[in-house]
């Protein structure tokens, strides 16, 4: 048996909207895209949902609203994919880089405190959701607004999570509480998906009225409204040196049939999640995923397990091993302060970031989206039973020690 680390569900509305769209005759941003907006941010409870063609772009108009340029800091978790520091770098602002938590892989008030100690630079803050466990955003709040740092919420893997401390209530969902902006992802492997595609939302009016602009050329007319307008479409004005962000209707018409039914895949997920616990409880040689949450409130685009320090068994082999048997895996990541380009940018050094090494060192993330069998799951589970019974391949080296930065 083979079973992929992902696969796509589009069993849904998915061909029957995109039909609709192509005898349109209109196939960039339209009704399908505003559609999107209006559900998301109903949903939500929130005034702003802005479709964008990725969350790379949601996260640059954000930090773009807010003011970052040269000489502006904003801080960074190394665990996170490079997106969320490359848009600090397009606008000239500096990257800071902190460490997270070893166990949950996020952001902590704690962490978060000592870094913006350190660096009074820093002005903005990226709380990067992950693996679809969402950060505590009220304690980052306190911590960050009595200094003046703003907050960006990475929601690439987190909808629909909620956020810790607040479960059902009508604030509970990822996106609806009071940072500047959230940005969520629609790629081809998300909870959700356009393809290509993500949101930022907000409850800040003006913020949302820069985004709008920025995201089509710096126009100032919705391009939307310019084409439903019975006035001359041609009569606008370029009031800033804006980007090509907007979402095109063939994506959000597949956005559309994938949000219609994304409670019915997110309760998939928390099933399969609560299998793999049970299943792999025995398995002493994993850290099974940490979670702050209700496993209903947890979103779980991902599975990530850690290899225990000392165990004699090293990553790389096991997810070579589960390649060979047709189980596939994902790294989950490696952190920015090992990648070339940040490290020379930030001047980083493994031993800075104990957290982010620990979960490094050891991790590799499982099968898991909405389609995925009780028969492919229990594959998986037998596969690591048995490659971890096997002799270790290579003895894990110790972690560096820590210091601070």
């Not at 790389?316 to 060979?324: E, G, H, W």
Request: net charge negative; proline share 6%; with cysteine.
């Amino acid at each position: 048996m083979n079973v992929p680390f992902f696969r796509v569900d589009c069993s849904g509305q998915e061909l029957r909207y995109l039909e609709e769209v192509l005898q349109s005759g209109w196939l960039t941003t339209s009704r399908f895209a505003a559609e999107l907006e209006l559900r998301f941010a109903s949903t939500l409870g929130v005034p702003h949902a802005i479709a964008v063609n990725s969350c790379t772009a949601a996260l640059h108009l954000a930090v773009e609203a807010l003011g970052v340029g040269p000489g502006v800091g904003v801080l960074v978790p190394t665990l996170t994919f490079t997106a969320t520091a490359e848009v600090v770098r397009y606008l000239g602002g500096t990257v800071v880089l902190c460490d997270v938590d070893r166990h949950s892989g996020l952001l902590t008030p704690e962490i978060l405190e000592a870094a913006l100690s350190r660096h009074p630079e820093v002005k903005v803050v990226m709380a990067v959701h992950f693996g679809g466990l969402a950060c505590d955003l009220e304690s980052l709040r306190a911590v960050a607004e009595p200094r003046g740092v703003a907050i960006i919420e990475d929601a690439a893997h987190a909808f629909p999570a909620r956020y810790p401390g607040l479960g059902r209530s009508e604030r509970g969902l990822v996106g609806s509480g009071a940072s500047a902006a959230c940005c969520f992802s629609f790629y081809a492997n998300k909870t959700m998906t356009t393809g290509e595609g993500g949101m930022l939302v907000t409850g800040d009016d003006a913020l949302a009225e820069r985004v709008r602009r920025m995201r089509l050329h710096g126009i100032d007319r919705d391009v939307w409204k310019r084409f439903t307008s019975t006035n001359a479409g041609w009569q606008y004005d370029v009031v800033a040196a804006g980007y090509k962000y907007n979402m095109p209707d063939l994506n959000a018409a597949v956005g559309l049939a994938q949000f219609e039914r994304a409670f019915e895949f997110h309760e998939a997920r928390v099933r399969l999640a609560a299998r793999y616990f049970e299943a792999l409880a025995d398995l002493d040689v994993l850290e099974l995923p940490v979670s702050s949450v209700d496993p209903c409130d947890h979103a779980w685009h991902l599975f990530p397990v850690v290899i225990r320090p000392g165990s004699g068994f090293d990553r790389d082999s096991i997810v070579d091993r589960l390649a060979a048997a047709g189980v596939g895996s994902s790294v989950h990541y490696r952190p920015l302060h090992r990648m070339s380009y940040w490290s020379q940018e930030t001047g980083s050094r493994p031993d800075e970031f104990p957290g982010a090494e620990h979960r490094w060192r050891g991790t590799f993330s499982l099968p898991l989206y909405p389609s995925m069998t009780e028969a492919e799951q229990q594959h998986v589970c037998a596969t690591l039973d048995r490659v971890f019974s096997e002799p270790p391949l290579v003895e894990t080296p110790p972690a560096p020690k820590a210091v601070a930065r």
